[in-house]
């Protein structure tokens, strides 16, 4: 947990001057901080502390790679990019091989990263590293014990209709679709 106990170094920083653990869980935590807000008064936040994640824009002979899982959240299948949370001191780039072959049964040769964002950070303090490969191989899949997954390959134009269809709808998978697509119109992912 970070805590903001120094002074505040922009007009609109808050102090955190105290956190109330609520909830530890496997993945997740929450907790309550009451904070002191630029014009004096005080104010609670909530906050959802998370490992962070990693997610893979993987391409193969033109099509993304994509799994179809159950979202207890959304109360049904959701088609995403592979994704998975970081393991504890684990470097993103080696996260996202793992979740990759995991997930796919996709090994890369050479990865690299597209670019971090923050899912949601009015309350939770989640990053996803997202990268990007083309030099697939075979390799063995091996999900998590409760992770039950099928696997398919999807055009941009396939990619477009599931998002307009809602079968795509989460952040990570749309931004992987818009940067596939650039990469498309440009030959460069950016940098």
């Not at 970081?86 to 990865?111: F, K, N, V």
Request: negative net charge; glycine residues 8%; charged residues 30%.
């Amino acid at each position: 947990m970070k805590e903001n106990k120094s002074k505040p170094s922009s007009a609109l920083d808050e102090v955190t001057l105290s956190s109330q653990p609520i909830f530890e869980g496997r993945i997740i935590s929450l907790q309550v901080d009451t904070v002191r807000l630029p014009d004096g008064k005080t104010a609670t936040r909530e906050v959802v502390r998370h490992p962070g994640a990693v997610a893979v824009l993987a391409l193969h002979d033109g099509k993304m790679l994509v799994v179809d899982q159950f979202r207890q959240a959304l109360g049904r299948c959701e088609i995403e990019i592979p994704a998975g949370k970081l393991e504890p001191g684990e470097d993103p780039m080696e996260a996202a091989i793992r979740e990759l072959e995991e997930e796919t049964g996709y090994r890369c040769s050479e990865i690299n990263r597209l670019q971090s964002f923050y899912t949601s950070p009015g309350f939770a303090d989640e990053i996803i590293h997202l990268y990007v490969t083309e030099q697939l191989e075979i390799g063995e899949m091996a999900p998590d014990e409760d992770e039950f997954l099928e696997v398919s390959e999807i055009t941009l134009e396939e990619a477009y209709r599931y998002i307009q269809e809602g079968r795509i709808s989460d952040a990570k998978t749309i931004m992987a679709v818009y940067a596939w697509h650039l990469y498309t119109i440009s030959g460069t992912f950016g940098g």
